[in-house]
């Protein structure tokens, strides 16, 4: 398995287009999230997914912004009518959660969005 | 107030020194991540945490559970431990991760 994989790696986008981006997990991996990165900030998370399930959405995550994991494996996020502010790192993540004896996540590289 | 704080915010070290990056929490965690993330967006994790102590290899994380804090040394700084550093709470419960803003760190030659 080599790790959390996203694709693309880069997007530029004009304001106002719909993008998406995909994140394949660790295949045994349960758990699955989004996190949004702003130059110079930690991560912030976005959503989260237990296997099919999405379990918690940020405020963050206005309605023009999407996720979903169909099938228990990859992940999608959508933002539609993107704003030069939606412009950020999109991280995915995953783990392997056991309610007694959670993983540690790893992380994908990212998808650097930029909306012109 | 972040629920998670780190400091400093920005270390410049010459090579050779030791390190010290600080964490402090105030959300009830069942672990303490601690990750490295290097120019091009790339995240790996260091050591995850939650109780006592971890090392491995010139890194050192600490955590103490009743003062809600945790830290992370290197010993013998290295031009390549130049990185930003993370790090971030594993929430009790729902184990979700609530990240730092991050320390970064550029070691001198």
């Known amino acids: 398995d080599t790790g959390v994989s996203q694709d693309p790696r880069h997007k530029i986008t004009k304001r106002g287009q719909n993008v998406t981006f995909r994140c394949d997990p660790i295949s045994e991996h349960n758990r699955l999230y989004w996190y949004r990165q702003t130059l110079g900030q930690g991560p912030e998370f976005l959503t989260y997914?237990?296997?099919?399930?999405?379990?918690?959405k940020s405020r963050l995550l206005s309605d023009r912004f999407s996720a979903e994991r169909p099938k228990g494996s990859f992940s999608t996020l959508e933002i539609q009518r993107t704003e030069q502010g939606d412009s950020a790192m999109y991280l995915c993540?995953?783990?392997?959660?056991?309610?007694?004896?959670?993983?540690?996540?790893?992380f994908g590289q990212g998808t650097r969005l930029t909306v012109v | 107030k972040n629920e998670v704080e780190q400091s400093p915010q920005n270390l410049t070290a010459q090579e050779g020194e030791f390190i010290t990056i600080n964490c402090s929490y105030s959300v009830g965690i069942s672990a303490l991540h601690w990750l490295q993330q290097h120019p091009g967006g790339g995240i790996v994790s260091l050591f995850m945490l939650s109780s006592g102590k971890k090392k491995h290899g010139r890194l050192i994380a600490t955590i103490n559970i009743q003062e809600k804090h945790s830290s992370l040394h290197i010993t013998a700084s290295h031009p390549r431990d130049s990185a930003v550093y993370i790090c971030a709470a594993v929430t009790s419960g729902t184990y979700k991760y609530i990240f730092g803003t991050g320390t970064r760190l550029k070691v001198l030659a």
């Open positions: 997914f237990q296997n099919e399930a999405q379990l918690e």
């Open positions: 993540a995953s783990s392997s959660w056991d309610r007694w004896q959670p993983g540690g996540a790893f």
